[in-house]
Every structure is written in C-alpha cells, then in structure tokens.
C-alpha cells in the first residue's frame, strides 16, 4: 500500500475519493482527532495550464464564500510536488451514492434538496459565480445535526453575469446543458439545465437522457426527445419545476427568479428563524381574530402560521422539544379544520334550505348578479371559473391535493384571460374572486402540509370529509351539491365586492 502524503499539521487516514489530477482524503487536525477535515490532493505535475487556472480559480471562490451550503475551504497549502486544498469535511458522503442507496427519493426529501441548492445557487448568483460542474458527485451531505446539502468542487467554475457568454466546453456530459454540450455559446442559464437533471434523477432514480456513451447522449440532445415525466408518480408543482428546468432552448427555460420563486422549492417556508418569527406571529393573529368569531380570517390565519411552522418543527434536532412542537401544531390543525367544517358546512345548511327550482331568481340575485351568470356568453371565463370552483368544493371535502391542483388550473387561465377582460362590474368580481381564490389555495397549501406531520412516528389523522363539528356525514362530490356551494360561494363574495350604488 502506497505511503499517504505527508501534509503539515495534518494525519491523513484513508483515502475517500479520486479524479484524473486530484486524490481526496480523510484527515484530522494533528492532536485533535475529532477535527476531521477532507483534503484535496492535486499532482502538479498532471497539470496542464488550463487546470491550473481552475485550481487557481476554486481556491479563489472558495476562499472567498462562506455559506451553510457550501463546502467550506479551510485553508490551502502548496509544496514542489501537490497542492493541498483542506475542506471540511462531509460525513454523509455525497446525492449520488444517496440516491443509489435507495434506488430513487420521496417528493419530501428531493424538496429539501431543493431548497438547500437554490439557497446555495441564490448566494453564487448574488457574486455572478456559475458552478458549471453540477452534478449529484458534487453535492455533498453532512448528517447532523440535520440532513444538509452542501455544492462541492469548484474546480471549473467561472465568474458570470447574466449578460456574459461563453464557448468552452465543461463539465460532465450527463448533466451538461444541450447548448454547452453541443459547443453552442451558453450563459448563466446552463447550471439551471444541470439542476432539473439532479432533481429528476432525485425523483425516478435515473437522469432523463441516461444513456451508454457520450455518443448516444449527444443524439438524443439533438433530436430534442421529449423528456418524459413517469404519470402518476409526482406532484403537479414537482412536473412544473422538471419541465420549466429542462427546456432545450436556454431562452425557454425558467430564469433564476422563477426557480428560486417556483412553489415546489418554496424558499419562503424554509424552516429558518425568520419562518418561525412569521409562523408565531400569524398563529397568535389567528388565536386573536378566533376569540372574535372572526373564523374566516382565523382559519386563514392559522393556515399561513403552518406553512412557516411545519418545516421548523421537522427540522428540529431535539426530539423531545420535536415532540412538543408537533403536539401544539395539533391543536391548531385540527382548529383548522374545525373552522373549515364551520364556514364551509354552515353555508351548505343554509343554501340547502332555499328553493329548489334554480329557475327562480330571488331579490338578492337581482341585486348582485352572479359571476358565473356574468361569464355565461363567454365560455373561456365560465370554464375557468367552473375549474377554480371545483377547488372550492375539493377544499370543503379535505381533498387538499386535488383542490390545488383545480385552484392552480383555473387561477393560471383567469391571470390569462384578464389581461383581456375590460374595466366593468365583471372586471371588478374576478379581481374579487381571483384574490380570494389565490387565499383558499394557499390554505389547501398549508392543510396538505399538514396531513404530512407526525406525532410518536404516528400521522396525525386529518379527515378527508368534514371534521367532527360540522355533526354531518361526509359528502360525496355531487353536481346538486357543487351547484349550491357555487352559488353561495360566488354571492357571497359578491355582495362584499359591490356596493348598491354599483348594481
């Protein structure tokens, strides 16, 4: 066995990687043998000029940055024979072998990763740093005290601007952008390409173009095949983010801002002190406007509390403090859902008990016209409208994952259509109802979120009807009940929207 290199303040132990010019190792700080640090190895005289340069450049980014999501550069040292780079050291290994561990990963998991790596992508972007070299081999994985992400080896990384473009060939060819694999000039964009590879290969356990050879790679590049989505096997918003990721033509493919805004990543719910600051706040407006029987805006309250709360408490390390967390979280689940039964249940009581005959048309009616009588003659809108409705009632049911997904549809073709809909009584309602709407999804958001938590490794049971209070058995999605729900739903928000002078 070949004799470690000696490093100067460092015991090496074991060699834990290997590249064409580098050797990566495990070591400790002489006399501290719990300070463990990773040390890359680089041969000088492998080194051409080019990777000298990129040696000089990692060792100036990495200098540079200090971030949770970063591999951190200790220090750097040099003698005739190598140069030495000390990292800390990662001890969960790195999302390559993860992912081979468990042959694919949950949406949970993958999301997580997510959100590390665009926290990560967010600080280079600031400092105009591309990474060029994203794969699953350089996201490394540090255990404790939670699963954390860190982006590793910046050996070809190069400073870029939006504008800035560029022609060299770099990186690795499974998850290099077509532009740059195909030796077209390619922008800051090109990264974002190697993102929506790693979260697929994250979610099916395979890269969307794997193939034998680098030949077979680059004809599929070129034929631009469509990169296939498994059904049935992720979310609505997972798909968006893997399709807005792998666009072909970099001009196509989602900016920066759309990744880091995307809702699958969801950046503003990470479990962070500023989430849990938010999440307090509107938990304790929610208590407030709740003992004023102000239950609408309560339970919107309360839903926007646990969408900052939910993560915090499933990323807290202290399993005792974790279990106190999630008990409290309970109750204000199940509040929620006690309120959702109120609002939602009690207007179907009282609906129900009107006339029978839609033909009829009361005074109120009159007075408030209908949004759906309103869109009737065009069939655009009333499709729309009919679409976002169906989300309301899949809302009432607990079937959260469907009421988002018909909230979604339907509020992304009325964004569309109102930017051609002129000023006018129906102008002013769907602004109305798109905003109310665009609450009710992010609610759905939220108590999805939370069928998700557990308690003493238990999940907490959220119906999928109403809850105890509503005293009613739940009920089956019915086109008589849709209809009721709909017209009471929409007058309603009506008669808050206009005034009698505007009938």
Not at 166 to 188: F, Q
Not at 264 to 282: N, R
């Amino acid at each position: 066995m070949s004799a470690f290199p000696q490093v100067e303040g460092y015991q090496i132990i074991k060699n834990i990687g290997k590249g064409s010019t580098s050797t990566v190792y495990l070591a400790h700080v002489k006399e501290k043998t719990k300070n463990m640090v990773a040390i890359k190895v680089i041969e000088r005289s492998k080194m051409s000029k080019s990777a000298e340069d990129a040696v000089v450049t990692e060792i100036g980014v990495m200098k540079k940055f200090k971030h949770k999501h970063i591999v951190q550069m200790i220090d750097f040292i040099w003698d005739r024979k190598n140069i030495y780079i000390i990292l800390e050291h990662c001890d969960g290994g790195d999302l390559s072998t993860f992912i081979k561990q468990r042959k694919k990963l949950s949406e949970k998991i993958c999301r997580k990763f997510m959100q590390q790596l665009a926290l990560a992508l967010q600080f280079l972007r600031s400092h105009n740093v591309s990474h060029l070299d994203l794969k699953p081999q350089n996201l490394l994985l540090m255990r404790s005290p939670q699963l954390t992400l860190k982006v590793g080896d910046f050996g070809l990384a190069n400073f870029m601007n939006e504008k800035t473009q560029m022609e060299n060939i770099r990186g690795s060819p499974l998850y290099m952008a077509p532009e740059m694999l195909l030796h077209n000039r390619y922008d800051v964009k090109a990264d974002l390409w190697s993102v929506g590879v790693i979260a697929y290969e994250c979610m099916f356990g395979r890269a969307p173009y794997a193939s034998d050879s680098i030949k077979d790679l680059c004809e599929k590049v070129k034929k631009v095949l469509p990169i296939e989505i498994p059904p049935n096997q992720v979310s609505s918003e997972c798909k968006d983010l893997l399709l807005g990721l792998l666009k072909h033509n970099p001009s196509e493919r989602m900016s920066y801002h759309q990744f880091f805004k995307h809702p699958f990543v969801d950046l503003d719910h990470m479990p962070t002190t500023e989430s849990y600051a938010k999440g307090l706040e509107a938990i304790h407006q929610a208590v407030q406007l709740d003992s004023e029987k102000k239950y609408k805006a309560a339970f919107s309250k309360y839903c926007t509390g646990l969408q900052y709360l939910i993560p915090c408490s499933q990323n807290e390390p202290d399993k005792i403090k974790k279990e106190a967390f999630q008990i409290k979280l309970n109750e204000y689940i199940k509040r929620a859902e006690e309120l959702k039964a109120t609002l939602y249940v009690s207007k179907i009581k009282i609906s129900s008990e009107e006339k029978a005959d839609n033909s009829s048309t009361s005074y109120d009616d009159e007075r408030y016209p209908t949004l759906t009588s309103l869109c009737q003659n065009t069939p655009q809108l009333a499709n729309a409208v009919e679409i976002a409705l169906s989300g309301q009632m899949y809302l009432v049911e607990g079937q959260y994952e469907a009421a988002l997904e018909k909230y979604k549809i339907g509020l992304n073709l009325l964004e569309k259509l109102l930017e051609k809909e002129p000023p006018g009584i129906r102008y002013n309602l769907l602004i109305k109802q798109v905003t109310d709407w665009t609450s009710q999804c992010e609610n759905a958001r939220s108590l999805l979120q939370s069928k998700d938590q557990k308690v003493n490794d238990q999940s907490i049971d959220v119906p999928d009807g109403f809850s105890p209070i509503s005293k009613g058995k739940t009920d089956k999605k019915s086109p008589k009940l849709f209809r009721v729900v709909s017209r009471l739903v929409l007058r309603t928000n009506n008669r808050s929207s206009l005034s009698p002078e505007k009938k």
